[in-house]
């Protein structure tokens, strides 16, 4: 029964090998076995029981398959991937783990990788693992060329009681980093983040002149401290990421600042943002008074690092058919902390439903610079967008820093093409507050007839600001 077993588990794991498309390598790529059972495989030419062996003897493009013969048992090892190698999880018929519940758990408790589970390289693929109790990345892609990286159906869960802390005691479960080169066809698809205090998702640093192009795609997160997508680039570098068909509930435990979703920028750099489909709650409020749905972040003032202050970051950033709920803070905040920054946002089709906005005051928040004359330019356009219930303003811009800025805000009817069929509602402190710029805000339906507006010392302003016919 043995044998025939590890036929079919061969047969199969060849066949998906034929068709999954790998790059093409100098020689004819080997499959390797480790399996999480030692006496359930036989030992070959090519079956390994360990991982340290599979990288030891594999080449590049090979395939190394974690055979998942017992659930109730963690393989508890590490592995640098070569070019184009490929690590899966499958069953005893070789099929692999696209179900959660039945994935192989894979750890490390060793200090081999500093920690890490798996280290890439390029054009690597892993698919089916149940990474658990991480005290370093799960998987790492740090220092080399990780393009081509096709991160898919893995799940995430948990992080060691002593593990490899950030600057907030936290660590990543997916860490991107680079500062040199472009990086390109990067995918994390189909994978789960949840269940850990001290752990965040998906973190992408890029610094130096580097670029890089990122898409993520139907990954979902639960209770964890650290953030979903955090994005960071310093320096020049230049970052292109596309967030598909994702949801987060209770972001930010531990009292901590964990927005679910930010680009993060310093220096010169820019980023390009597209987050669609994306569903947003924190049922359990968790998180501290920092903690938004999503935020944009030009990095400067009055942050202490002046070194990395933004004075030049560029940043287009796009929220679509989206829905915030119940954010313990801002449920949007757009923040430019730094000089001659340049923000391009838009919103559209988005709900926004709740939240105790606590730092820019309203379910979209638009800081608009925290010096004064930063030399900075900001777009917004919002539409067929609902902000609903929220406790304090629908709108808020605040202008932090005081002295003249440059912005235009298109609710409706402006330059910036804006349709409106925005909806207010429900905004225990009022429709808007303003900062001295005139908002176009045609086609949208408020509370009365037209909406209630008042200004940055909270106090009614009427409608002089405010373009409504």
């Not at 638009?366 to 777009?379: F, K």
């Amino acid at each position: 029964m043995k044998t025939n077993r590890i036929i079919r588990l061969l047969t199969a794991c060849i066949l998906i090998q034929l068709f999954s498309g790998t790059p093409v390598f100098a020689q004819s790529p080997a499959e390797f076995y480790v399996s999480n059972d030692a006496a359930s495989l036989d030992s070959s030419e090519r079956q390994f029981l360990t991982l340290a062996q599979a990288q030891s003897r594999s080449n590049p493009g090979d395939t190394i398959y974690l055979v998942n013969l017992d659930p109730s048992t963690v393989l508890d090892a590490s592995i640098q991937l070569k070019p184009g190698q490929k690590l899966l999880g499958v069953d005893s018929d070789g099929r692999l783990l696209e179900n959660p519940s039945e994935r192989i758990r894979l750890s490390n408790s060793s200090s081999s990788l500093g920690g890490a589970i798996v280290r890439l390289a390029d054009h690597n693929e892993i698919a089916g693992v149940h990474f658990v109790n991480m005290r370093n990345a799960a998987i790492a892609g740090e220092g080399v060329d990780y393009s081509g990286a096709y991160l898919h159906h893995n799940s995430f869960t948990g992080n060691a009681e002593e593990h490899i802390e950030d600057e907030r005691g936290l660590v990543y479960a997916v860490s991107f980093d680079a500062n040199v080169g472009e990086l390109t066809d990067i995918r994390l698809e189909h994978s789960e983040f949840n269940d850990g205090e001290d752990l965040g998702a998906i973190r992408v640093f890029q610094s130096g002149n580097s670029r890089g192009s990122y898409r993520f795609q139907d990954n979902h997160f639960s209770d964890l401290g650290g953030r979903p997508y955090f994005v960071r680039t310093q320096n020049t570098s230049r970052v292109e990421t596309v967030i598909l068909d994702s949801s987060a509930d209770n972001i930010g435990r531990g009292d901590r600042n964990s927005d679910s979703i930010i680009p993060y920028l310093m220096g010169q750099s820019e980023q390009i943002m597209l987050v669609r489909n994306y569903h947003f709650k924190n049922t359990l409020g968790v998180g501290n008074q920092s903690n938004t749905g999503i935020e944009a972040y030009m990095f400067g003032f009055p942050r202490e690092d002046e070194a990395n202050f933004c004075t030049g970051c560029k940043l287009t950033f796009k929220i679509e058919d989206s829905v915030i709920e119940n954010a313990i803070t801002d449920p949007i905040q757009f923040s430019n902390g730094g000089r001659n920054s340049q923000l391009h946002l838009e919103i559209r089709n988005t709900r926004i439903i709740g939240g105790t906005p606590r730092q820019g005051g309203g379910g979209i928040s638009l800081n608009l610079q925290s010096v004064g004359d930063s030399g900075s330019h900001t777009t917004l356009l919002v539409e067929n967008t609902e902000i609903i219930g929220t406790d304090g303003y629908g709108f808020a811009m605040n202008n932090g820093g005081g002295g003249d800025y440059s912005a235009i805000i298109d609710l409706g009817g402006g330059s910036l093409g804006s349709a409106g069929n925005n909806l207010f509602r429900a905004n225990e402190r009022g429709d808007m507050r303003l900062s001295g710029s005139r908002v176009h805000a045609i086609n949208n339906s408020f509370k009365d007839e037209a909406p209630s507006v008042f200004n940055s010392d909270n106090e009614p302003s009427g409608n002089a600001t405010v373009i409504i016919d």
